[in-house]
């Protein structure tokens, strides 16, 4: 994908005087500050800052919404044209209601709330609006001046200045609702509730228990900045009571969603265009075929081009979209279904694909908080409704997509790239990725501390140039233990044998976190596993490891096989094929599986083929005898028979695959 250029705004400002460990901790003294000085709870102020960017200050570039700094305050000079959810098909209910208001203050300008069309009701009552029956938005930056009597300007630039407006904004609207400036977090529901803008009580609700869970729990986080933040867990602290759902319009009956998430349907169509069709295929998963994936896209395009996408028969399909803004949810084609999204019509077969709004070279401005939590709610109810594991296999990205011929590598897609944050994504599933044996032991998962970890790559401005330096979920390879020596060259994706670059689109020569391969060798502070059939050294000092150890299966080729081919689908066997069927050409990848190599499998799955044609009933799906293994081979997952490999096991320190409760961090 061609990525868009990443904007280069000046640095986020927090003062630079006193030693290097008290600058370390000057975001959590302004917290702490900016609570007293406003009377509001430090661990409400701290959460909901959490919320709305991880205590993050996106060096001081605005997000999509137009946000600014680790409250994330919104400005509605900055703010893109609004573009709303598609609208139900069939929209039911009452009249939409005033929408959500915030603390009042004259001659306040009215701007839109990045609802959803279709959704309504406010969510902690009537709006007290400012005079002239205007109302101002809670995280709206410009009120937040006004009330700290600060230029706008330094709101956007000075993380001291934007914490201490959003505890004005905060401590403000509790004011307008008619509560005290109450010690008691609980006592902060309501005005929690408000603080995002929505107009949807199911998705205010959920963004004020998120807040409250959090609270309960505790946090720690170093920041994209280097700020070192906590905190602390109040477990004492009581959930509120469950809030009433909307009143608005109900969701359109196609839409397959938890409730405490916003979605609309967006209908992709189904239709023959000369002697071929588009843009999907009727099936009746899992009935014909097992849902075993999510693929994670991200769109590499605004929403509004994408719906145009989808809505176009000649063009690929998805299942879900995630707006970035707000986490809003708009389903395209029923689970059931098989979209056009991942490149290989295996993975197709048995995959839904989620596309998420953004450019993976600019995630700080689209890789939103919400944006993370919607899409993870959505992922840990499909993968409860498919009973699909939480782990990496199974939850990956489109870069991480097999090739399904060898010819088609070069093709595959590379997002959601190097900056999309695995870590905390399956900490929200509630599945955290974590150790499971000693850092000795014969398998590693690739683990940076995503904060900390900031590859150099190049590419995201323009060809060859520096990206800025963020934190990244990727960790890359060498030839030897030397941070000197050649990448790993993918000879798949670099036919002509072209080195691997850092280019932000190149993954040849990168893992990423929460892949699991076989160890082939130490050295020092260098580990080597196996990849794509050779061996590939990574640096992983004990001090700031970028894997820990891992225990579960592996596979290696049978006693005798010299070496044996690796693939990017799990296509039956030739005499499972009806006699009036032409039957795809098996392509085995162009790497190596040498005897003696390792490889970490999470599953075995069975073989099928369908052979696609536009039909008012789904094509039936050819099952073969013959069984492979999914493996982590490189960057991408592939596919060995059952047949050509033994499976070897390592022990494990907990219970591999076991699903903990969402965890929220």
């Given at each position: 994908m061609i990525a868009g250029a990443a904007l280069l705004p000046p640095l986020l400002i927090l003062p630079t005087s006193g030693s290097d460990e008290a600058a370390d901790r000057r975001l959590q003294d302004a917290f702490t500050d900016a609570a007293r000085e406003f009377q509001v709870p430090r661990s409400v102020l701290m959460s909901v800052s959490y919320m709305q960017s991880r205590w993050d200050s996106h060096p001081g570039a605005p997000s999509v919404t137009?946000?600014?700094?680790?409250?994330?305050?919104?400005?509605?000079?900055?703010?893109?044209?609004?573009?709303?959810?598609?609208r139900p098909e069939a929209p039911i209910g009452d009249k939409a209601q005033p929408r959500t208001g915030a603390a009042g203050s004259s001659g306040g300008a009215t701007r839109s709330s990045g609802g959803t069309a279709g959704s309504s009701g406010d969510p902690v009552g009537p709006s007290g609006g400012a005079a002239g029956g205007h109302a101002v938005e809670p995280a709206d930056l410009q009120h937040a001046a006004r009330?700290?009597?600060?230029?706008?300007?330094?709101?956007?630039?000075?993380?001291?200045?934007?914490?201490?407006?959003?505890?004005a904004l905060l401590a403000a609207t509790q004011r307008q609702l008619g509560k005290p400036l109450s010690n008691n977090p609980a006592d902060w529901w309501e005005t929690v509730a408000r603080f995002p803008g929505?107009?949807?009580?199911?998705?205010?609700?959920?963004?004020?228990?998120d807040v409250f869970a959090l609270i309960r729990r505790g946090a720690h986080r170093t920041t994209a900045e280097g700020q070192d933040v906590t905190l602390p867990a109040t477990p004492g602290l009581r959930p509120h009571p469950r809030t009433p759902?909307?009143?608005?319009?109900?969701?359109?009956?196609?839409?397959?969603?938890?409730?405490?998430?916003?979605?609309?349907?967006?209908?992709a169509?189904?239709?023959e265009i000369g002697d071929s069709y588009g843009n999907h295929d009727l099936a009746d998963r899992p009935r014909d075929q097992p849902i075993e994936y999510i693929v994670i896209h991200d769109t590499e395009a605004e929403l509004p081009s994408m719906f145009q996408t989808v809505q176009d028969p000649t063009e690929s399909s998805?299942?879900?979209?995630?707006?970035?803004?707000?986490?809003?949810?708009?389903?395209?084609?029923?689970?059931?279904?098989?979209?056009?999204?991942?490149?290989?019509?295996?993975?197709?077969?048995?995959?839904?694909?989620?596309?998420?709004?953004?450019?993976?070279t600019q995630p700080g401005t689209w890789f939103t908080e919400r944006m993370y939590r919607s899409s993870a709610r959505l992922v840990r109810y499909l993968a409860n409704k498919y009973d699909i594991p939480l782990d990496r296999?199974?939850?990956?990205?489109?870069?991480?997509?097999?090739?399904?011929?060898?010819?088609?590598?070069?093709?595959?897609?590379?997002?959601?790239?190097?900056?999309?944050?695995?870590?905390?994504?399956?900490d929200l599933l509630g599945a955290p990725l974590r150790a499971t044996a000693g850092p000795?032991?014969?398998?590693?998962?690739?683990?940076?501390?995503?904060?900390?970890?900031?590859?150099?790559?190049?590419?995201?401005?323009?060809?060859?140039?520096?990206?800025?330096?963020?934190?990244?979920?990727?960790?890359?390879?060498?030839?030897?233990?030397?941070?000197?020596?050649p990448l790993i060259q993918d000879p798949g994706r670099k036919p002509d044998g072209d080195d691997s670059t850092m280019d932000v689109n190149d993954l040849g020569s990168r893992v990423s976190a929460g892949q699991t391969f076989a160890v082939a060798d130490r050295s020092g502070d260098w580990t080597a596993i196996w990849f794509q059939g050779r061996k590939a050294w990574f640096k992983n000092p004990r001090q700031q490891p970028t894997a820990v150890g891992a225990a579960g299966r592996m596979v290696t080729p049978k006693e005798g096989l010299d070496e044996i081919p690796v693939f990017g689908r799990a296509l039956p066997e030739e005499e499972a094929y009806p006699d009036d069927m032409d039957e795809p050409t098996e392509s085995p990848l162009p790497y190596s599986f040498l005897a003696g190599q390792r490889y970490v499998t999470q599953a075995g799955v069975g073989s099928s083929y369908t052979a696609k044609s536009f039909s008012d009933t789904p094509n039936p799906v050819v099952w073969g005898r013959e069984r492979y293994y999914e493996i982590q081979f490189g960057h991408r997952l592939a596919y060995v028979r059952a047949s050509d490999v033994d499976v070897v096991g390592t022990a494990a320190a907990g219970s591999p695959g076991h699903q903990a409760d969402p965890v929220q961090q």
């Open positions: 137009g946000g600014f700094g680790p409250m994330h305050l919104i400005d509605a000079e900055r703010v893109r044209p609004s573009q709303p959810a598609p009330l700290i009597q600060a230029p706008a300007g330094r709101l956007r630039t000075d993380a001291v200045a934007n914490v201490r407006g959003g505890a929505t107009r949807d009580v199911a998705s205010a609700a959920a963004y004020a228990d759902r909307s009143q608005g319009p109900q969701r359109p009956k196609q839409v397959e969603c938890p409730a405490e998430l916003v979605c609309d349907w967006l209908g169509p189904y239709e998805w299942h879900y979209s995630i707006r970035s803004s707000d986490g809003h949810v708009t389903q395209h084609i029923r689970t059931k279904d098989e979209a056009w999204h991942s490149g290989s019509q295996f993975v197709n077969a048995r995959s839904i694909g989620i596309e998420h709004e953004g450019f993976l296999q199974h939850i990956f990205g489109h870069d991480n997509v097999p090739a399904p011929t060898a010819d088609t590598i070069p093709e595959m897609h590379d997002d959601p790239g190097p900056f999309w944050d695995w870590r905390h994504y399956f000795d032991s014969d398998m590693v998962t690739i683990l940076p501390d995503y904060g900390k970890h900031k590859p150099p790559f190049t590419g995201c401005a323009g060809s060859g140039s520096p990206c800025r330096p963020h934190g990244s979920s990727a960790v890359r390879l060498y030839t030897a233990p030397d941070e000197k020596a």
